[in-house]
């Protein structure tokens, strides 16, 4: 099953289940949607400058929120078992994203690190990336995003323990309400041998910073 197939379907159960099935507009719909922004922002949708600004918005949407298309499972499901017993901890670091907060719908971007202790194989490095934006690419808070990701690791691979740790910032911080650039928002989920070993969380504090 592709994912986006999958994407669907989870989206039918969640459906069964209960949950609110939200209709999905057109591309007209959408542009149309940009207009009225546009001339609330207090500018002429028709002026040149502005007559394409519909179109590419709602193109570039389709890819900034990506995410829901997607399906961190499938993302994930290949895991390579043959790793002569590595056992030791697996860090990705400085994995870089963007994504939107669910409050102004505008952006919020940074790093996010993720590691694990394997326990039956281990995942492809560039994968762990892909999940990042899986989450990334949809709005979000960074908490959610967080364990989200940690959810994932943990329903692919069940290992002896996962550490994610996100640090953004904030564009609704800094461009507006409060406007304070530079601060950052650091958020981190523990699970396993990270959650009851202290020396483990710090030594993945450590890598983490290390060589910076
Ligand atoms: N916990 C959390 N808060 C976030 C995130 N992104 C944005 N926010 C906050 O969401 C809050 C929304 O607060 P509200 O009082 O409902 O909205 P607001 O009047 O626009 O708030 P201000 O940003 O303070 O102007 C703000 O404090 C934001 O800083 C996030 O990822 N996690
Ligand atoms: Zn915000």
Known sequence: MDAVVKALSARVDAHDAGEKIVHRPTREEAEAAVRTLIAYAG???DREGLVETPKRVAKAYRELFGGYEEDAGTVLAKVFEDVEG??????VRDIPFHSHCEHHMVPFHGSAH???????GVVGLSKLARVVDV???RLQTQETMTQQIADAVEDALQPRGIAVLIEAEHMCMSMRGVRKSGSSTVTTVFTGIFREEPAEQARFFTQVRLGK
């Not at 590595?86 to 860090?91: E, F, K, Q, S, T």
């Not at 993720?114 to 039956?120: N, Q």
């Open 43 to 45: 500018d002429d949708p």
């Open 86 to 91: 590595y056992g030791d901890m697996v860090l």
């Open 114 to 120: 993720i590691a694990y202790f394997p326990s039956k």
């Open 135 to 137: 989450f990334a690419r």
